[in-house]
């Protein structure tokens, strides 16, 4: 019976050296198929990639992207979210998924706003985890897009597959994968990486049909069909 599952080359144990020699090859690869690779979340200031990153969780971004126009239409600032009423919210973004979690952390996090930084997103990673609803990978996201911050690398399914595809990672666990990209991968390119791997994961290596003959890193992924 025919199954997903990639057959992996056979090669020898792989030395740090050869490891980060690898990883070099494949960024310059990938900077010249994605050179300008970034946040596919519509927003134009900090608050609403915010607001779309939580929206996007166990979601894709453009059925976020179909919700937000009308949100950000609506909800103009931090005390606009906080003073929503919670059911009429759970309705404006039902369609996302998991609108009665994804309500309270928005709304809460934007009393949290509102009540410790004046409504005003605050750009480093120890603030924005203290918020309701945002974890590493939302302040990975709102750091590096929103603010040109490189504080970590975001580990999205996408991201999380790739990696360990091209060897990077062995680990499940994402702040371990974070961790192995991070220690892999230049800190100017972290945010630039992360875009990169959501939009090669959607556009080439997919899932259930990867586009291996088609790859611009295949002749270094271990993984590779071809």
Same mark, same amino acid.
């Not at 927003?43 to 059925?63: C, F, G, M, N, Y």
């Not at 991070?182 to 800190?187: D, F, K, S």
């Given at each position: 019976?025919?199954?997903?599952?990639?057959?992996?080359?056979?090669?020898?144990?792989?030395?740090?050296?050869?490891?980060?020699?690898?990883?070099?090859?494949?960024?310059?690869?990938?900077?010249?198929?994605?050179?300008?690779?970034?946040c596919a979340l519509h927003?134009?200031?900090?608050?609403?990639?915010?607001?779309?990153?939580?929206?996007?969780?166990?979601?894709?971004?453009?059925?976020v992207n179909l919700v937000?126009?009308?949100?950000?239409?609506?909800?103009?600032?931090?005390?606009?979210?906080?003073?929503?009423?919670?059911?009429?919210f759970q309705q404006e973004?039902?369609?996302?998924?998991?609108?009665?979690?994804?309500?309270?952390?928005?709304?809460?996090?934007?009393? *949290?706003?509102? %009540?410790?930084? @004046?409504?005003? $997103?605050?750009?480093?990673?120890?603030? !924005?985890?203290? #918020?309701? +609803?945002?974890?590493?990978?939302?302040?990975?996201?709102?750091?590096?897009? *929103?603010?040109? %911050?490189?504080? @970590?690398?975001? $580990?999205?399914?996408?991201?999380?597959? !790739?990696?360990? #595809?091209? +060897?990077?990672?062995?680990?499940?666990?994402?702040?371990?994968?974070?961790?192995?990209?991070?220690?892999?991968?230049?800190?100017?390119?972290?945010?630039?990486?992360?875009?990169?791997?959501?939009?090669? +994961?959607?556009?080439?290596?997919?899932?259930?049909?990867?586009?291996?003959?088609?790859?611009?890193?295949?002749?270094?992924?271990?993984?590779?069909?071809?």
């Open positions: 019976m025919p199954t997903n599952t990639r057959p992996k080359r056979r090669r020898a144990v792989e030395t740090p050296a050869r490891l980060r020699a690898r990883v070099k090859k494949i960024i310059a690869r990938l900077e010249q198929a994605y050179p300008d690779a970034t927003h134009t200031d900090p608050l609403e990639l915010l607001v779309a990153t939580i929206l996007s969780a166990q979601s894709t971004d453009a059925r937000t126009p009308a949100l950000f239409a609506k909800y103009r600032t931090a005390q606009d979210y906080a003073a929503a009423d919670p059911a009429v973004i039902h369609s996302t998924g998991f609108f009665r979690n994804k309500t309270r952390s928005i709304l809460g996090m934007a009393q *949290a706003l509102v %009540e410790r930084y @004046g409504g005003a $997103v605050p750009a480093t990673m120890e603030q !924005l985890l203290q #918020l309701p +609803g945002v974890g590493r990978k939302t302040a990975n996201v709102v750091l590096g897009t *929103a603010f040109g %911050e490189n504080e @970590g690398v975001v $580990v999205d399914t996408h991201v999380q597959r !790739l990696s360990t #595809l091209l +060897g990077l990672t062995k680990q499940q666990d994402p702040v371990k994968i974070e961790r192995d990209l991070m220690a892999l991968v230049p800190r100017d390119k972290w945010t630039w990486f992360s875009h990169t791997l959501i939009q090669h +994961g959607r556009r080439v290596c997919i899932a259930r049909r990867p586009k291996c003959g088609e790859c611009v890193v295949n002749r270094w992924c271990p993984s590779s069909l071809v």
